[in-house]
């Protein structure tokens, strides 16, 4: 139990290492022996777990989902969905140096989900877990009477993926448009749109 322990631990730091040099060096100049450099060890300590670039490239993108949905699934949930949904959607967003340096890796990956199915499949899955989770959140907003009328979770639960994508993606690049604390209020100001003045507190 402890090797194994000691293995998913090893793998980890490997995994970290490689996301911190993908955001330093850009995808496609980073090597293996980069990584083993970020990492203070040997390209073959690097290759005991990892074969190929590209495998260690898909446990990177795994080890970052997991620590997206981590964040994600800590969220309490508890009423106003209004602010549930606000906190839920507020996780995905780089809003501090781990996340930044997380979705900057993000942002290298995305063209490789165009040619690389493996890839494709995780950013799928990943995108499916987070959508699910806001449908299941409007869902029970909806019952509660608190969404707004016409207000379908199904489809708004994808309108609001779309938005954070977007704000990601625009406070990673265009800082001085889409600073912190604008793509917060414009997600918040998106967010209170679906729900009714007059929303259920609890």
């Known amino acids: 139990m402890a090797r ?6 090893r793998r980890r730091q490997v995994a970290e290492a490689l996301l911190r040099t993908v955001a330093r060096k850009g995808l496609a100049k ?3 022996a980069d990584v083993a450099d970020e990492l203070g060890a040997s390209v073959g300590l690097v290759q005991r777990y990892f074969r190929s670039k590209s495998a260690l490239l898909r ?4 080890h970052m989902y997991r620590r997206s949905e981590e964040r994600f699934r800590e ?3 508890s009423p106003p969905m209004r602010d549930f949904l606000l906190r839920l959607a507020l996780t995905l967003l780089p809003l501090d140096e781990e996340r930044r340096l997380e979705l900057g890796v993000w942002l290298e990956f995305l ?4 040619t690389d199915p493996e ?4 950013h799928a899955y990943a995108t499916g877990e987070v959508v699910a989770g806001f449908e299941r959140v409007l869902a029970v907003a909806e019952e509660r009477g608190e969404l707004i009328d016409g207000a379908e979770p199904r489809w708004e639960a994808r309108a609001l993926y779309a938005l954070v994508d977007g704000l990601t993606i625009h406070q990673l690049t265009s800082p001085d448009v889409y600073d912190d604390a604008e793509a917060e209020v414009l997600l918040r100001r998106h967010i209170d749109r679906l729900f009714a003045v007059d929303e259920k507190e609890s």
């Open 4 to 9: 194994s322990a000691d293995h998913d631990e």
């Open 30 to 32: 980073t090597t293996l």
């Open 59 to 62: 446990f990177g993108i795994e």
């Open 75 to 77: 969220v309490e949930p």
């Open 111 to 114: 063209p490789n989900t165009n």
């Open 119 to 122: 890839m494709a499949d995780l």
